[in-house]
């Protein structure tokens, strides 16, 4: 075999394509097998973001790009279909699930058992939230932190490069379908596959995007999630936080479905960059060693547009609005929003905020529809708390949650042309590490058959 001729390429080695990789080895001794990634080797993944400071990087930032991808990150996985994505709908919830503790025992294999996992499931708060006409979502979590997410999947890498042709720091320039599999072309050289996954996550957007049309494919429905981040007492959720560390709470009716995301005890708000916008962001206590005496999640609400364009368009004209070019992020007190006025000031707030916004009116900056579902949820939780939500309570405005677009793939994630698999969540079926992982290893158990 020529040495630039393998069995199966992987573009991207983040998360889907690790759990890939490392099923395929697994399950069958002698295929040949390439990952590329535009990043560098996990070791070398540094920038001073990590620390606080401003992006160092050469290129595109290795805080998100490189070996484990986004895997990089806070490394909270969890299992279950309530939310993290469609994979269940795709493969079915019980075989999802089945493969999430397939995940499960990988990452302890590599240590991730260094942290204990634990359950969300509550039945007497559920009993009591369905009263107050909420749904809770449970989940069993395995939270491995930055640090050990990175100790787990570098000893990944020390497993995977015994078997598997790595090329890092490569971009591949164009895809073309042969008979007999792909030809790429990169900046590091020419290769040739039988099989190509593709595993690029959100980061690869633009790429895909390109290379997919170019093959004659295009991506489809695009969901945006968008909300409103609240910041609370610390302990105005002990009633329903007492047993578990964080909750996630559903409301629904009929013209739309809300969901707490990213609920951070003691956690502070930080500033997202994504897309050219600025967004409030929750981070966990644990990143930290100073906690917050206050707690924060957004609200989000999903929404489906006909095209990615279209979801973009509609993210950039709301929340670019609101950061005016200027990074802007608006706070405003429950109290205010209540009677729908502007909040002048906070001095004397009792709830102090973590984050430094412009104190104003959020309900001028977003549509109508997240600032009516923030209202019914509060409503509702008041009602499970059987309390008011303190007036000081913080709000602000506005955070998302961007998904990659569906493109179209059969239940093996095969694109309509022939070989060519597309997995994690630049598929548009995955939106978390758990369901990214387990289509991953779903994939490696079909072709290493
Ligand atoms: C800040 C942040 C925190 C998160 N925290 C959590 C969490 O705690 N729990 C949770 O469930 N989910 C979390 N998520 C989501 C989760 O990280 C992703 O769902 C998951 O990593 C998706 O895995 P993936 O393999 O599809 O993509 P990724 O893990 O992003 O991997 C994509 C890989 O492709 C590479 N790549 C990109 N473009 C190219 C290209 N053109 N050529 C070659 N390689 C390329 C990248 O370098 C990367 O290695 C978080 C997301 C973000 C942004």
Redesign the pocket.
């Given at each position: 075999m020529h040495s630039n001729h393998y069995d199966i390429t992987i573009?991207?080695?983040?998360?889907?394509?690790?759990f890939l990789a490392y099923t395929l080895i697994k399950n069958n001794k002698h295929v040949s097998i390439h990952m590329?990634?535009?990043?560098k080797k996990l070791s070398e993944r540094t920038c001073d973001i990590d620390d606080g400071g401003v992006c160092t990087c050469e290129g595109?930032c290795s805080k998100?790009?490189?070996?484990?991808?986004?895997?990089?990150?806070?490394?909270?996985?969890?299992y279950t279909n309530d939310f993290?994505?469609e994979l269940g709908r795709k493969i079915g919830d019980q075989a999802t699930l089945d493969l999430m503790k397939e995940v499960d025992a990988i990452l302890c294999e590599f240590g991730g058992d260094f942290t204990t996992s634990y359950c969300t499931k509550n039945e007497s708060l559920s009993n009591r939230a369905r009263m107050a006409d909420l749904k809770v979502l449970s989940t069993e979590v395995r939270?491995l932190g930055t640090r050990l997410a990175s100790e787990v999947f570098h000893k990944m890498y020390e497993v995977l490069k015994n078997r598997i042709t790595f090329s890092f720091e490569?971009?591949?320039e164009t895809i073309s379908k042969h008979d007999s599999g792909f030809h790429l072309k990169s900046n590091s050289g020419d290769f040739h596959t039988e099989k190509l996954v593709i595993?690029?996550?959100?980061?690869?957007?633009t790429?895909?995007k390109e290379?997919a049309a170019s093959l004659g494919l295009f991506p489809g429905k695009t969901r945006l999630d968008m909300g409103i981040r609240v910041e609370m007492k610390g302990d105005q959720l002990q009633m329903i936080l007492q047993d578990t560390f964080e909750t996630k709470l559903r409301i629904e009716r009929d013209s739309f479905s809300a969901t707490t995301y990213?609920m951070n005890p003691q956690g502070r708000i930080i500033r997202?960059h994504?897309h050219g916008l600025v967004m409030p962001?929750g981070q966990n206590a644990r990143e930290k060693d100073t906690p917050s005496e206050n707690l924060n999640f957004s609200l989000f609400v999903p929404h489906y547009f006909q095209s990615y364009d279209e979801a973009m368009g509609y993210a950039v004209d709301i929340i670019g609005g609101i950061n005016q070019g200027q990074g802007r992020i608006v706070v405003q007190r429950l109290e205010d929003f209540k009677r729908r006025r502007h909040t002048e000031s906070l001095e004397g707030n009792l709830i102090g905020p973590s984050l430094e916004a412009e104190c104003g009116n959020v309900r001028f900056e977003v549509p109508e529809l997240y600032g009516m579902a923030l209202e019914e949820f509060l409503t509702s939780l008041e009602k499970l708390l059987g309390e008011p939500i303190h007036p000081d309570t913080l709000l602000y405005g506005v955070d998302a949650k961007f998904h990659?677009p569906k493109f179209s793939t059969d239940p093996h994630f095969e694109t309509a042309l022939p070989n060519l698999f597309l997995?994690?969540?630049?598929?548009g079926e995955?939106?978390?590490?758990?369901?990214?992982?387990a289509?991953?290893i779903y994939l490696g158990n079909y072709l290493g058959e």
């Open positions: 573009i991207g080695a983040g998360v889907s394509s690790i590329i990634d535009l990043g595109m998100y790009i490189g070996f484990a991808g986004l895997g990089k990150s806070e490394g909270k996985f969890n993290g994505g939270h490569t971009l591949v595993g690029t996550g959100m980061s690869g957007s790429w895909l290379q990213c997202k994504q962001d990659e997995i994690g969540d630049c598929s995955t939106h978390s590490l758990s369901q990214a992982a289509s991953g």
